[in-house]
Nanobody, 124 residues
Framework: QVQLVESGGGLIQAGGSLRLSCAAS????????MGWFRQAPGKEREFVAA????????YYADSVKGRFTFSRDNAKNTVYLQMNSLKPEDTAVYYC?????????????????WGQGTQVTVSS
């Protein structure tokens, strides 16, 4: 099993930056594709970014491409989401997720484990 704990959310003005972290338990972290998703009130869970387990290829949603950067540190069992040029429409609860030997899919249904989420609020 994998337990995921997100941190780094908060309230920030538009144009600012935040870095989210997701710490994972377990000794097989490197075998997991990792993803970031977000969910705003009244909306469905939305793909943000993912990294494949085998080749570490990274995928981004079009809405965040060029502004967000996903990285992972297998030695620390942690992934990060650096968010720059934040916009009010980025406001959501951000979740990190793990998919065993996944290819970095954008479908949230593929992910096996989820964190509890961290709130990001961007004011205009």
């Amino acid at each position: 099993q994998v337990q995921l704990v997100e941190s780094g959310g908060g309230l920030i003005q538009a144009g600012g930056s935040l870095r989210l972290s997701c710490a994972a338990s377990g000794r097989t972290f490197s075998y997991y594709a990792m993803g970031w998703f977000r969910q705003a009130p009244g909306k469905e869970r939305e793909f943000v970014a993912a990294i494949a387990w085998l080749d570490s290829r990274i995928y981004y949603a079009d809405s965040v491409k060029g502004r967000f950067t996903f990285s992972r540190d297998n030695a620390k069992n942690t992934v990060y989401l650096q968010m720059n040029s934040l916009k009010p429409e980025d406001t959501a609860v951000y979740y990190c997720a793990a998919h065993f030997r996944g290819a970095g899919t954008s479908s949230y249904k593929a992910y096996d484990y989820w964190g509890q989420g961290t709130q990001v609020t961007v004011s205009s």
